[in-house]
């Protein structure tokens, strides 16, 4: 019979995921019962003139989130090497609380449970509950509730927001040659919007844009 596999927390010291935070990644003693995936939009209402109700207009997606709880049990039953918590409760927040001078924040991490469960991200809580204790005091089991956001790096989160999108900023290069409407066409498929591209950039030409290297593309309204 297959033993069972625990869940494992990884610390990361790079936000693409690629350099393992030193020392083994912390192993489970027991596998949660019970995890939570949390997914959300957000929208701003909105409502029309002479309309009954408000329309919502997408904002944005916030991270995801995965929330559990796992127990440390230092009794000997579960791990007979295993029974120091002071020890267990220091290894884990190593590695998804500590602050890391090397990189000026608390690690990156990544939780992963068997082939189905991987989840990259950064912690957002940890609470700690002793449940047991020794007669001196000395805590033997503890329940921990721990809540993760996740995390993508800015260079991905490009990527797939479509960098074409009129809803995002962008730097453009001018071209040598290029007129403001055609610059627009090719950065939005639209060469419609460059009049709010020359107001924001303070132009007051559109077709000669010579002396100009780089222009501000903001968000603009396509409604305009």
Request: charged fraction near 20%.
């Given at each position: 019979?297959?033993?069972?596999e625990?869940m494992?927390?990884t ?14 990644p912390?192993?489970f ?7 939570k ?5 957000e929208y ?16 944005s ?11 440390i ?7 007979s ?7 267990e409760?220091t290894a884990?927040e ?12 608390p ?5 992963q449970?068997?082939?189905?469960i ?7 809580s940890?609470?700690?509950s ?24 800015p260079?991905?989160?490009t ?7 009129p ?10 040659g ?7 066409l ?5 060469d419609?919007?460059?009049?709010q591209?020359?107001?924001?950039n303070?132009?007051n ?7 100009i ?5 903001p968000?603009v309204?396509?409604?305009?």
């Amino acid at each position: 019979m297959a033993s069972l596999e625990p869940m494992k927390i990884t610390g990361y010291t790079d936000e693409d995921f690629q350099n393992k935070f030193s020392g083994d990644p912390y192993a489970f003693m027991i596998n949660p019962d019970t995890i939570k995936m949390q997914k959300s939009i957000e929208y701003n209402e909105q409502q029309a003139p002479a309309t009954s109700s408000a329309s919502q207009k997408y904002k944005s997606t916030p991270s995801d989130k995965l929330t559990f709880e796992m127990v440390i049990d230092c009794t000997g039953v579960v791990d007979s090497k295993r029974i120091d918590m002071n020890k267990e409760i220091t290894a884990l927040e190593t590695i998804i609380y500590t602050y890391n001078g090397k990189i000026h924040r608390p690690n990156f991490v990544k939780i992963q449970w068997g082939q189905n469960i991987t989840f990259n991200g950064v912690l957002e809580s940890i609470d700690v509950s002793y449940t047991l204790f020794k007669p001196d005091g000395s805590p033997l089991r503890a329940k921990i509730s721990l809540s993760f956001s996740q995390y993508i790096s800015p260079k991905t989160v490009t990527m797939q927001d479509a960098p074409e999108s009129p809803d995002l900023t962008h730097i453009v290069t001018v071209s040598e040659g290029m007129s403001l409407p055609q610059l627009c066409l090719q950065t939005w498929n639209d060469d419609s919007l460059y009049i709010q591209v020359a107001e924001f950039n303070g132009l007051n030409k559109f077709r000669n844009l010579n002396g100009i290297s780089k222009l501000i593309f903001p968000p603009v309204n396509t409604a305009n």
